[in-house]
Each structure stands twice: as structure tokens, then as C-alpha cells.
């Protein structure tokens, strides 16, 4: 059980479902209405927030978060295969934020909408305590994909290389140095893999919390074949050389990148992979998602297996302390590769 | 010009707008957006928080802030002539929120859900510094009514009294007394008003500053036929009659109901009055759209004229001083009464 959950769904188990909502909690990334007034496209919409983000001071830059904010709630759209009708902004402004920085916010904002060809439709902005935003992102899809659908078997793939997201944060939080951070939601690719995969999901929160949650709503585990290095973006790589830290801390760390993580049946892989050729697009292949609800993967050529929930919930239980956090990761590293 | 507008609308002016959006900037209570996967059927969006009213200390009762808070947004879709298809919650709770409020915030959410047929779709859930609530309600019309359209000589009608909102404001914050709140959104009406009015808001900042966001985006003023005491709700009256306090007062300040403001032209008018009949729905007359760009009505028989803007500006110049906004409500209205 994903520890991140208990809270939320512990509050949103407590309202019916629509029967028109074709997705259970945590089936998707977005909420997905389908609706006689729709013909035959299905509604997706989410909420997404920098809250947690910006208290933990990971952003300071207002055009970064502006630019990062529009592309997160995009995100979740991308992961159920939906194209941008819109946004609503919900932003608010302590009484001393400066004008640069309210024109730098509006500025990432709509640099972000115009890559995406999409839109700001309106919102609700309040002076108040602290900075807060979030954005409510519409979309709509005729082939809506879940969190749940794959099965033992189906392979993985990934739209990109993962990890940047956590070594920008373990720069940033650990050696007070910015790294560029321009996070780009995989719009383009969930409209092509809508059409092939049995489920995706986006890395936001991290790679192997991605597979903790797609854990939780499907009867299968992961087998990562592909070496965990090659997975890595190249800064994240370097990172880790130079401070001699596990590449895996970061593909487990929460602080993911706006990739889409997802799986394909077997009977579908001819078909994906000369679209995806046809379409320019190069995707990571990552594994097998196997029966045993376990996650596996090697490291020094030792096979390691734990749940995919484990490393997330290593996160939740040390969320204030980015510190102790990394001293459990590597607590838990030594656990692995300590000769026996 | 309406202070409240300037900040909010020198943040969403610095964004385009949707090829697909029907309304502009400040035009209607929800966004509307027509879409060639909606058929004929207009999207209607509307994000509302309650974060302000919670900082004033107006609620502190759990139930009420959750069935306020669903409601609020609702309201915005009635407005627009829209039912609703669904809600996103996105609530950030202290650490130290308590698990029976926790419990009736949740009673309150879905009891609101239950009387307007509606579901909370999913959101976005988690522990923060403060308490923060808000709704996006998403809602579909085959007939999106605007704030603008209203022409001189329409006739201005209200789904019922008035003045509720700030009775229970004005016991609260002055005397520490907690009247019984449970605003329902006019959906209902919403509904058949679309059908008749030629443009249509909701009193939830109050009905003068309704009217002064009509006045916005319209070529017209009010003239308040209707004595004000006879649109007021029994309570507001009450409370009027023995604290003394003038009657407008109610009507002017910032802390409204969920009824409909709407206007219904002179052809429309017998219709509307039948539709209104067979459906068991009475409406209040209040007077009627006028060339001249003020706000006309009658105190101690006295012809008054005011900018529609001004009791609201009134307000946004004293918005963190609910004191100090009484005693200028008081100078006013004796600048009014004063024998001259």
C-alpha cells in the first residue's frame, strides 16, 4: 500500500462515484467523464497543485514556476491520452510578491500554454498568506488510458530518459545550486501511445513511485531489465559520478520528471514500435511487468527485489527530512550490496 | 471599474484566449467553451475557494465549510445556465486538523453532492501549513447565459431574498453569533432563467457588487423600482430592525447568498413569467436596466444615485478592517439621509 494514498483516499473514498466517470480513484491520473453531451469523446480533468513543491524550496525562479505549474497538470492529461481544451489558474499572491515576479510568473505561464497551443480560460487569483498555485487542466480523449490495465507479460517503456527531476532537487536542496528546470508534458506521445498501451502513467512523482502506483491498481510487479544506468538523463548521470551517489536513488526519489511511463501487450508491440518510428518518436524500453507483485532490478550485478511501494514509502515517512530521506536510501544500498 | 477586478484581471488579461471560449474576461460566472466533441453542448468550468472567508473568520464549523464550498462553485454554474457533470476537491489540511472535522467536512461535501445529484470526480489532497478548500465544478448548457447582454429598459429579477449572507456575516464578526448557514446553489432556476435572461450572475460577493459587475461588461445601470426592505430575507430584516441598522447595508456587503441576479428583456417577459409559473418557481421584480451608467433607488424617500461600483470599492478599500468598512457604510448612508 502506497503510503502517499491512505490520507487522500482515505477523504475521497468517502463520495459515491459517478456513473458517467469511467476511472476508480487512482486508475488514472486524470478524472475521465464520459457524457451523452460529449458524442463519442470522453472528458479528462485535473487539478494539480506546486504547494508541496514550493514549501519545500524547490522552486524560486516565479517564471520556473509558472512554466512548471501549466506543464504538470498538462502531464496528467498526456498520461490518459488527452489533448489540452484549457486551464483554469488558481493563484495566490502574498501582498509583497514583486511585480517582476508576477510578470516572470505570467510570463512562464504563457510560454508554457503557447508551446502546448493551449489556454488559460479563467480563474481565481486572491492576495493571501502565502504564494499557491495550481492549475485545473481540461482535456478530452476518444481513447482515454488508466493506471490500470496491464498485465504479467506487457512490456514497459518510458517516453524519456528518467532522473533529472531528482537531480535537480538534490542540487538544489542539498548543494543550494539551480539547475535549469524547464519540465515539458508528454502531450505528442500520450496521443500516439493512447493507441497501443494497456496503461500509463506519468513519472511526476518519481519512476519507481509511478510503479508503486501502478502496483496498487493491477495484479502485477516489474522486472526492469534494461540496466538502471541507461535509464538515467545524462545531468542526473553525471550527478551521481561525481557525488558518488546509487543512480537509482534518482529514479526512486519523489521529485520526477513529466515522462510517460507505460506498458504495452505483447500482441501490440509490432504495431507501437512502427508508429512510434513512423512518428519520430523514441521511447525507453524498460522491463516486463511479471506476475510476483514485487519490483526487481539489479545493481552491481546483484538481483534486488522489494515492493514497488517501498521506496515511496521510505519518502513519506521521512517527507520533512530530505536528509534522513537520503541517509535511508543509502541505509538501504548498503543493505543491498554489503557483501554477504 | 470594480477594484476587486484590477489585480485579478491584470493577471488573466496577460493571457490569450481559447478560439473556443464563448465568453471574455469577467463576462460570465464560469468559463464556457464550445468544443466540436461537445455536439451542441457548451463545457461550463468554474473554480471557487473558500480561502478568504475562512481567513475572516466567518466559518469555523466543518459541515458548513464543505457544503459552502460545494455549493459556491455550483453556484457559478447555475449562473451560466449549466448542470453540473461533476467536482474536483483539492483541500489542504494542517497536521493538526481534527479527525471528527475531518469527518464533518466530508458529511458536508457529500450531503451538498446528494441534493444537487452531483460527485466529487476526484482531486487533489494534502497536509499544509493552513486549512484551504476549493471546488472546480465542470457543468454542460445547451444555453450559456453571460453577465453581459443586459440592455436599458430590461427588467431585473432575483431568485429569492436577499441578505442573508451578510446578516450572517455582520452576527459573526460583530457579535461572535453563529447563525445557521446552509446556501444552496440555484441550479434549478438556472435552468429555466436560460431559456428567458438576457444576462445572469450570481449575489454570492453581494448584490450590489453583482450589479457592479454587470455594470463592467454592460451598456447599462440599474433603476430599483422594488423598495430594498422588501427584498430583504427575514433574518437581514430582523437584525436590521434591532441593531438599527439601515436596510442596504445587507444588500451592499461583500458577503452574499447563491441567488441568481438576472435581467429578462421586455419581449421575454411574458414568457418567462409563464415558464415561472408552471414550474412552481417565484421570482422577485426588482427593477429595471437603465441608460444611464448609475445605481438608482430610494431610502427614506429619498432618490439615491451611486456608481454601481462604489459600495464595493467601499469594501476593497477596507477589506482587511471589517470595522472600519461598517463606519464608512454608516457615513454614507448618513451623507445620504442628512437633511440637506
Known amino acids: 500500500m502506497m503510503l502517499e494514498n491512505k490520507f487522500v483516499r482515505g477523504f475521497l473514498e468517502n463520495f459515491g462515484r459517478s456513473p458517467n466517470q469511467i476511472n476508480n480513484l487512482y486508475e488514472s491520473d486524470a478524472e475521465l467523464i464520459r457524457h451523452d453531451a460529449f458524442s463519442s469523446e470522453v472528458l479528462a480533468i485535473t487539478v494539480d497543485g506546486l504547494a508541496d513543491e514550493i514549501q519545500a524550496g524547490l522552486y524560486d525562479d516565479s517564471y520556473v514556476i509558472g512554466w512548471t505549474a501549466v506543464n504538470a497538470s498538462l502531464s496528467d492529461l498526456a498520461a490518459v491520452g488527452a489533448e489540452p481544451i484549457g486551464l483554469l489558474l488558481q493563484l495566490q499572491v502574498p501582498p509583497d510578491y514583486k511585480n517582476s515576479d508576477m510578470q516572470a510568473l505570467s510570463r512562464g505561464i504563457l510560454e508554457a500554454c503557447t508551446v502546448h497551443h493551449t489556454f488559460v480560460l479563467g480563474g481565481d487569483t ?179 527485489e522489494i515492493l514497488p511501494s517501498e521506496t515511496a514509502n521510505l519518502f513519506e515517512r521521512n517527507a520533512d527530512d530530505p536528509k534522513k530521506y537520503f541517509q535511508e536510501l543509502q541505509k538501504l544500498h548498503q543493505s543491498w550490496v554489503r557483501p554477504s
Open 126 to 304: 486572491n492576495h493571501g498568506n502565502q504564494f499557491d498555485i495550481s492549475l485545473t487542466a481540461v482535456g478530452k480523449t476518444s481513447r482515454p488510458m488508466l493506471r490500470k490495465g496491464c498485465l504479467p507479460g506487457d512490456a514497459i517503456f518510458c517516453s524519456g530518459y528518467l532522473g533529472y527531476g531528482n537531480a535537480y532537487a538534490f542540487a538544489k536542496l542539498f548543494h543550494s545550486q539551480t539547475l535549469p528546470y524547464r519540465p515539458l508534458a508528454k502531450i505528442k506521445q500520450g496521443l500516439l501511445i493512447r493507441n497501443f498501451a494497456s496503461c500509463c502513467i506519468d513519472s511526476s512523482d518519481g519512476f519507481f513511485p509511478a510503479l508503486g502506483q501502478i502496483a496498487e491498481v493491477n495484479p502485477c510487479g516489474f522486472l526492469l531489465e534494461t540496466p538502471l544506468e541507461s535509464l538515467l538523463e545524462q545531468t542526473a548521470m553525471s550527478i551521481c559520478s561525481v557525488q558518488g551517489i546509487p543512480p537509482w536513488f534518482m529514479l526512486a526519489g519523489p521529485h520526477g520528471e513529466y515522462e510517460l511511463v507505460f506498458t504495452v501487450h505483447e500482441s501490440q508491440l509490432d504495431d507501437f514500435r512502427k508508429a512510434a518510428q513512423s512518428a519520430g518518436m523514441a521511447f525507453l524500453y524498460l522491463g516486463r511487468c511479471q506476475e510476483k507483485a514485487t519490483l526487481r532490478f539489479e545493481i552491481d550485478q546483484k538481483s534486488i
